[in-house]
């Protein structure tokens, strides 16, 4: 069996976006930080978010039964250690940025590069975290800013987004779409 230290030493070679997980309701406020977040579907808009089962977040989004990924820039940088650090009061978390809000009523930071706002609709216990599987019930997305990324342990900036690029994509998904149907 793969020992923990090999699997994780193996996973920091996994580059992936770093996340503000939010949520807030009769269970009260909560966020956190997350790399562990991927699209499952887009029709229907679907996302998974793990979460440890030890976090004192965990509780609060499944009774919430709503969350808020918000995609970090790379300017968020010091917001993403905040969330991160587990003796810092969830007032405090929130209290070092502006937030909004979209249809679920879950926070959405002001300067995300993408917040997606949703309804968990089911959840699964794998070993030590907590899978939600999200249906996005509506998207926020500012499209210029560089990306925050978590790999090899450490936070890196990757280059910008282009509108350009951003609308080319976007034609390119439409003639794909266009071909398949």
């Known amino acids: ?14 580059g992936a ?20 977040v991927c699209g499952v579907t887009d029709e229907p808009p679907t996302l998974l978010v793990c979460i440890n089962r030890s976090s004192r977040n965990n509780a ?5 039964g709503k ?10 940088q010091t917001l993403a250690a905040h969330f991160a650090t ?5 007032a405090e978390r929130f209290a070092a940025a502006q937030w909004d809000t979209l249809a679920t009523g879950a926070p959405v930071l002001h300067g995300a590069l993408a917040s997606l706002d949703c309804e968990i609709e089911s959840v699964t216990e794998v070993g030590t975290h907590t899978v ?50």
């Open 67 to 76: 969350l808020c990924v918000n995609v970090l820039s790379a300017e968020q």
């Open 86 to 90: 587990g003796t810092l009061p969830i």
């Open 132 to 181: 939600f599987f999200c249906a996005v019930k509506a998207a926020h997305t500012h499209v210029e800013g560089d990306a925050l990324i978590y790999y090899g342990r450490r936070y890196h900036r990757v280059g910008t987004r282009s509108l350009h690029a951003t609308h080319a994509a976007a034609a390119s998904d439409a003639l794909a779409a266009e071909s398949a149907g």
């Open 17 to 36: 976006a770093v996340n503000i997980i939010t949520s807030d309701g009769a269970a009260g406020l909560a966020g956190c930080t997350a790399s562990a």
């Open 60 to 64: 609060a989004f499944r009774a919430n």
């Open 1 to 14: 069996m793969l020992d923990r230290s090999t699997f994780r030493d193996a996973m920091a070679g996994l």
